[in-house]
C-alpha cells in the first residue's frame, strides 16, 4: 500500500462542523439520537456506528486537548479547570449512554451480520465494557481522573539549584553524566532530597488512589482491583501468572546480563565502588554525548533520521510539525514524563517531552515518534474503536523505533565513536529496564491484593521487591531513604495503574523485529507497518502474527531474545 502522512481531518456528517464540546447540555442530544434511532437493516447498524464513532472521535480529542493544555502548563489554574470540569461534568454523564448504546449494538439482529471476522475484538470490547459498568461507579471514576492529574502538579513543582542556578528534575540529570564525581554525587543526593520533601504528599495521594480503585473493584464484582484492572484493559490473551512467570524470567535471563554490563562500567570508570550516580558517566577524557542542542535541533535531526528509514515516517513528523503538535522543551511548571497523545478526530498526535539535551531524550523522540506512525497508521480505519489498539502492539510500535533507528542515528552524531556510544546506551538501556518494569509491576500486584496495608507495610514491601530485582554490583549502602520512596518517581503507578509490563512484553516483540531487521531491513519495516496499520482489529497473537513474532512470555523464549541482545553489545 502506498502511505501518505498527508492526514485529513474525519469529514462529520453527524456532529454539526462547528461544533465544540462545551457543556453536556449541548451534546446531550446526540446521545438521546443515538439511542432513540430505529436500526431495521444493517446498513442502519452500520450507518449508527459511523455516527457514534465520530461523535466518539470528537469527545475524544477534545478531552485530549484539554490534557495537553494542563500538562503543558501545570501553573494555570484556568487550564486545569477546563480538564477537571470535562472530568467531572462531562465524562460522568457519558458513561450510562455509552452503556446503553453498547446494550443496543449487542441486542440489535443485525449485529450478527457484520463481519464477524472484522468485529471480533470490538464486540468482544463492548460486550467486556457491558460487564464492567456500574452506575456507582461513574463518581469513583470521575474522582480518580482528576485525582490522578494531581501527580503532575506534585512533581511539575520540583526543582533543584545547581551552581546557583535552578533546574527541573529532568534537567538536572545531565549533571549525572558529568566527569566531576562530586558534583555528580551532589546532584544526585538533591534530586532525591527533593523528592522526599513530597514524599509524604505522593503516599496520601497513592493512599487515596488505591483505596478509591479498589472499591471500584468491589463494586463490579471482582476480588481486587488487580483482577478488574486485568480485564479493563483488554488482557484477554495473557493472565497474571504469566506476569509472574515474566518476573522470574528476568531474574533468571536479565540480571546476570545487567550485572556484566555494570561490572564494565565499573572498570571503565576505575572505580572500586560503582554508585547509582556513577551509572551514566563517563571515564575522564571522554565528552558526555551531546546528540542535540534545543527542541529544534532535535525535531529537525529526528526528521533526518525518520527519512533514512522510511520517508513515510519522516512526513508524518514533519505534518504534527505544521499543525504545531511538538511540546519537546523541559521548563518549570511542566509535568513530567512524555507521551504521543493520538487525536481521534484530526489523526495527527501530539508528543509531549521534557528534552534537557540528553542521549536518553533522543530515545524518548523516536519512542513518541513510533507511536505517531502507529496513529498515521490507523486514522483511516472506518471506526474510532477500530483504532483503540492494545498497548502490548503500541509499545512494540515505539520501541521497535528505538532499536530501527540507531543505525540511522548518524543524524544526531558526526563521530563514528560517538555513534558507537549511543549504540551502546541504547542497548544497555533496553536491557536495564526490565527488572524496572518488573518490579513496578510485582509491586502493584502486592500493593491492589493488600489494599488496606499501611505506608510501613507498603515501604517494606517495595524495599524486599527492589532487592529481588538489584543488581549487587552498584553500592546502595547510605541511600536507604532514597531508595524507600523509589516508587513515587514511576508516573505510571498514580496516572495508568498496571499500564507498564507492557514495556516488558513489547520488548520482548521490539527485539525480536530488531533481529529481523538485522537479516532483512525491508521486510522488518513492511512487517511493523503491517501490524501497526490493523490497529485493534485483531488479538494481540495475530497482531505478532502480522510482525512476524510470537508472543510468548515464556523464560525460554526470553532466554533466547537475550542471548541475542548480549551477542550484539558484545560486537560492539
Not at 507497518?529 to 513474532?549: D, M, Q, R, V
Request: proline share 4%; with cysteine.
Amino acid at each position: 500500500m502506498s502511505l501518505s502522512a498527508d492526514i485529513k481531518k474525519i469529514e462529520r456528517v453527524f456532529l454539526p462542523k462547528d461544533f465544540t464540546v462545551t457543556t453536556w447540555d449541548a451534546l446531550e442530544p446526540y446521545f438521546k439520537n443515538l439511542l432513540d434511532r430505529k436500526i431495521d437493516s444493517k446498513a442502519d447498524l452500520e450507518h449508527w456506528l459511523k455516527d457514534m464513532s465520530e461523535a466518539e472521535a470528537v469527545i475524544s480529542e477534545d478531552a485530549c486537548w484539554r490534557q495537553i493544555k494542563m500538562t503543558c502548563d501545570t501553573t494555570n489554574k484556568s487550564l486545569e479547570d477546563a480538564f477537571t470540569y470535562f472530568c467531572m461534568e462531562i465524562q460522568p454523564k457519558l458513561q450510562p449512554y455509552a452503556d446503553a448504546l453498547n446494550k443496543k449494538m449487542i441486542a440489535s439482529p443485525f449485529t450478527k451480520e457484520l463481519d464477524q471476522q472484522k468485529f471480533f475484538t470490538y464486540l468482544r470490547s463492548v460486550k467486556k465494557n457491558i460487564d464492567l459498568f456500574r452506575e456507582e461507579n461513574i463518581p469513583l471514576q470521575a474522582d480518580l481522573s482528576v485525582m490522578q492529574q494531581q501527580y503532575g502538579g506534585i512533581a511539575g513543582k520540583m526543582t533543584i539549584e545547581v551552581n546557583g542556578q535552578e533546574y527541573t528534575l529532568q534537567q538536572a540529570a545531565k549533571f549525572l553524566e558529568s566527569h566531576d564525581r562530586k558534583l555528580r554525587e551532589e546532584v544526585y543526593r538533591k534530586i532525591q532530597d527533593r523528592r522526599l520533601q513530597d514524599k509524604d504528599a505522593m503516599h496520601d495521594l497513592y493512599s487515596q488512589l488505591i483505596e478509591k480503585r479498589d472499591q471500584v473493584a468491589k463494586n463490579a464484582g471482582f476480588a481486587n482491583y488487580r483482577d478488574y484492572k486485568f480485564v479493563e484493559l483488554g488482557r484477554f490473551d495473557y493472565s497474571k501468572e504469566d506476569c509472574y512467570q515474566f518476573h522470574e524470567a528476568v531474574k533468571l535471563h536479565v540480571l546476570p546480563i545487567i550485572d556484566k554490563i555494570y561490572q564494565k562500567k565499573k572498570l571503565k570508570l576505575g572505580l572500586t565502588e560503582l554508585r547509582p550516580w556513577d551509572t551514566e558517566a563517563e571515564p575522564e577524557g571522554i565528552e558526555a554525548l551531546k546528540p542535540f542542542t534545543d527542541g529544534k535541533d532535535l525535531y529537525n535531526k529526528s526528521v533526518k533520521c525518520f527519512a533514512e528509514l522510511n520517508p513515510f515516517f519522516a512526513d508524518c513528523l514533519k505534518k504534527m510539525h505544521e499543525l504545531k503538535h511538538f511540546d519537546l522543551e523541559s521548563r518549570k511548571g511542566k509535568a513530567p514524563g512524555g507521551y504521543n497523545c493520538p487525536l481521534a478526530e484530526s489523526g495527527a498526535p501530539f508528543i509531549f517531552m521534557n528534552a534537557a539535551g540528553q542521549m536518553s531524550d533522543v530515545t524518548t523522540m523516536v519512542h513518541e515518534g513510533g507511536h505517531a506512525i502507529q496513529s498515521f497508521l490507523t486514522h483511516n480505519l472506518e471506526l474510532s474503536s477500530f483504532k483503540e489498539y492494545p498497548m502490548e502492539i503500541a509499545e512494540v510500535a515505539s520501541m521497535s523505533m528505538e532499536l530501527f533507528s540507531m543505525y540511522h542515528w548518524d543524524s544526531f552524531f558526526d563521530k563514528e565513536e560517538d555513534l558507537k556510544r549511543a549504540k551502546e546506551h541504547q542497548l544497555e538501556r533496553t536491557i536495564t529496564i526490565f527488572p524496572w518494569i518488573a518490579i513496578i509491576d510485582k509491586f502493584q500486584h502486592w500493593v491492589y491484593e493488600n489494599p488496606k496495608h499501611t505506608v510501613a507495610e507498603r515501604t517494606d514491601r517495595w524495599m524486599e521487591i527492589l532487592k529481588e530485582f538489584s543488581t549487587d554490583v552498584i553500592d546502595y549502602s547510605g541511600l536507604e531513604a532514597y531508595r524507600k520512596i523509589g516508587w513515587q518517581r514511576q508516573l505510571h503507578l498514580f496516572e495508568v495503574p498496571f499500564y507498564y509490563i507492557e514495556y516488558g512484553i513489547a520488548q520482548l516483540g521490539a527485539i525480536g523485529l530488531w533481529a529481523q531487521y538485522k537479516k532483512n531491513p525491508q521486510q522488518a519495516l513492511q512487517n511493523y507497518i503491517n501490524a501497526l496499520s490493523l490497529g485493534g482489529t485483531k488479538t494481540l497473537p495475530e497482531l505478532y502474527a502480522a510482525a512476524g513474532l510470537k508472543f510468548d512470555l515464556s523464560p525460554a523464549h526470553i532466554k533466547t531474545l537475550m542471548e541475542f541482545v548480549n551477542e550484539e553489545m558484545e560486537k560492539l
